[in-house]
């Protein structure tokens, strides 16, 4: 991400005061460094394929614009309320695709796994890759944010919001090797929680 910060913190410096009107400064210095962001989510996202990355940005964006608390002091920290933001839209969007497959199914009772399951790949102790369900992550991560709330973190980070390991430990306050160590460990649970080992 490029760190030409200075408009954009002083753009956040004015939405934490209340300038409503801020977020029409915001946007166009962080669009394309979302859209990059959306752009790798979505490529990687099979059972999202019709989700447009200009779609996924605004949406994450008005998420952003109705939170109730914005104390985002630096670019990244933006980006890290950003990448949350992707994500819990695009786990919506799983579900709701998931509702009118079933609608559409009727009483067939034919499993809509198949259809949302998108290439999300985790590396197992014996280095196999694995494509795992898009929502069952979600669930997933919210059980490791239960035990690991730091973990879980990072992979939303990194996963969601495409960030490296050396912004990743800005967000955190934590160093690089905590980060990396977070990461190693919150894959190799979630391997294990999602079945990846068989």
Not at 67 to 86: G, K
Not at 95 to 107: I, L, T, Y
Request: some cysteine; overall charge neutral.
């Amino acid at each position: 991400m490029p760190h030409d910060d200075e408009p954009v913190l002083h753009a956040l410096a004015d939405l934490r005061a209340g300038d409503k009107s801020a977020w029409d400064r915001l946007l166009p210095l962080v669009l394309e460094d979302l859209r990059k962001v959306a752009r790798v989510r979505i490529s990687r996202e099979r059972a999202m394929i019709t989700i447009q990355p200009t779609a996924l940005v605004n949406e994450a964006f008005c998420r952003l614009i109705k939170a109730r608390e914005i104390d985002w002091t630096s670019r990244v920290q933006f980006f890290a309320a950003a990448a949350l933001a992707m994500r819990r839209v695009l786990v919506d969007a799983a579900r709701s695709r998931a509702r009118r497959a079933d609608a559409h199914r009727g009483k067939s009772g034919e499993s809509h796994t198949n259809e949302l399951n998108a290439p999300i790949l985790i590396t197992t102790q014996d280095a196999k890759l694995v494509s795992l369900d898009f929502v069952e992550l979600d669930i997933a991560l919210r059980e490791l944010a239960e035990i690991e709330p730091r973990e879980a973190r990072v992979v939303d980070l990194r996963f969601f919001g495409g960030m490296s390991t050396p912004e990743i430990a800005e967000v955190l306050r934590v160093s690089e090797g905590t980060v990396k160590n977070d990461w190693a460990h919150a894959r190799s649970w979630l391997g294990r929680r999602m079945g990846a080992e068989t």
